[in-house]
């Protein structure tokens, strides 16, 4: 199973957030949108996860 990353530092933010989440491709978005919504006072909508999906960097094979 690949495991992916996104990262806020490679996003324009207002608050300098620097948080890394990874997992799988499922978990990250779901994860990804969680953190957004929460943090950043995006809406949870398809275009959003989309954008997430789109960001995602496999990672290197542990």
């Known amino acids: 199973m690949t495991r992916y ?3 806020c530092r490679d ?5 300098n ?5 990874s997992g799988s491709e499922e978990h990250l978005v779901e ?5 957004m919504v929460t943090h ?7 275009e959003l ?3 997430v999906r789109k960001t995602m ?3 290197a094979n542990d």
């Open 5 to 7: 990353s996104v990262d």
């Open 11 to 15: 996003m324009p933010s207002d608050n």
């Open 17 to 21: 957030c620097d948080i890394k989440i």
């Open 31 to 35: 994860a990804a949108a969680a953190h």
């Open 40 to 46: 950043h006072q995006h809406a949870d909508t398809p």
């Open 49 to 51: 996860r989309d954008e």
């Open 57 to 59: 960097k496999a990672e």
